[in-house]
């Protein structure tokens, strides 16, 4: 089992910035790809960024790249996403996940934390 646990959210307006942090805890945090994931009200829950397990490997969904970086601290068991540029339409509950494939997918997550609420206003 893998407990995660996301904080950094908050209210910004846009243009700001904002760093979230997800901590893991139970099993070895580096042997897990790790995701963030969001989902706005009335919305399906979306990719955002992903990071392999030793941190080489990053890819972003398209609204996200030049604006967000994702990073890991294995040492930490804790993994960010750097979010700068914000939006309004970045407003969401955002996620992260663990899981044993380096894959977008959400079902392919095992582990979920309970998610941080990110509002923009603009």
């Known amino acids: 089992q893998v407990q995660l646990v996301e904080s950094g959210g908050g209210l910004v307006q846009a243009g700001g910035s904002l760093r979230l942090s997800c901590v893991a805890s139970?099993?070895?945090?580096?042997?897990?790809?790790m995701g963030w994931f969001r989902q706005a009200p009335g919305k399906e829950r979306e990719f955002v960024a992903i990071?392999?397990?030793?941190?080489?490997?990053?890819d972003y969904t398209d609204s996200a790249k030049g604006r967000f970086t994702i990073s890991r601290d294995n040492a930490k068991n804790t993994v960010y996403l750097q979010m700068n540029s914000l939006k309004s339409e970045d407003t969401a509950v955002y996620f992260c996940?663990?899981?044993?494939?380096?894959?977008?997918?959400?079902?392919?997550?095992?582990?979920w934390g309970q998610g941080t609420q990110v509002t923009v206003s603009s």
């Open positions: 139970g099993r070895t945090f580096a042997v897990y790809t």
């Open positions: 990071i392999s397990r030793s941190g080489g490997t990053t």
């Open positions: 996940a663990a899981g044993s494939q380096y894959l977008r997918r959400s079902r392919n997550y095992d582990y």
